[in-house]
């Protein structure tokens, strides 16, 4: 594993068989589809669609290359994005 695939925010956790989840509070319903289209961004720019969880308190984003069957650079490089975001 790259330095860049460690220097992840500590939010997300790495679930074997699930891949990269980080499980973002907000504040409402309006705040977490806010943060979904930013999300959508991202994916858009990196051609790399995340799963996406929307509630009235939170999101869950969901990292997982299913072609490969495992989490990849692609993965990291999103949350690395999203830490970006998001800190």
């Keep these: 594993m790259s330095e860049n695939e460690t220097n992840l925010n500590v939010a997300w956790s790495d679930i074997e068989g699930e891949g990269l989840v980080r499980v973002v509070p907000t504040d409402s319903f309006a705040t977490g589809v806010a943060l979904v289209a930013e999300l959508a961004k991202i994916a858009e720019t990196?051609?790399?669609?995340?799963?996406?969880?929307?509630?009235?308190?939170?999101?869950?984003?969901?990292?997982?290359?299913?072609?490969?069957?495992?989490?990849?650079?692609?993965?990291?490089?999103?949350?690395?994005?999203?830490?970006?975001?998001?800190?």
């Design 46 to 87: 990196q051609q790399h669609d995340p799963d996406i969880l929307l509630t009235h308190n939170k999101v869950v984003i969901t990292l997982y290359s299913r072609d490969e069957q495992s989490v990849t650079k692609r993965d990291h490089a999103f949350a690395q994005a999203v830490d970006q975001l998001i800190g």
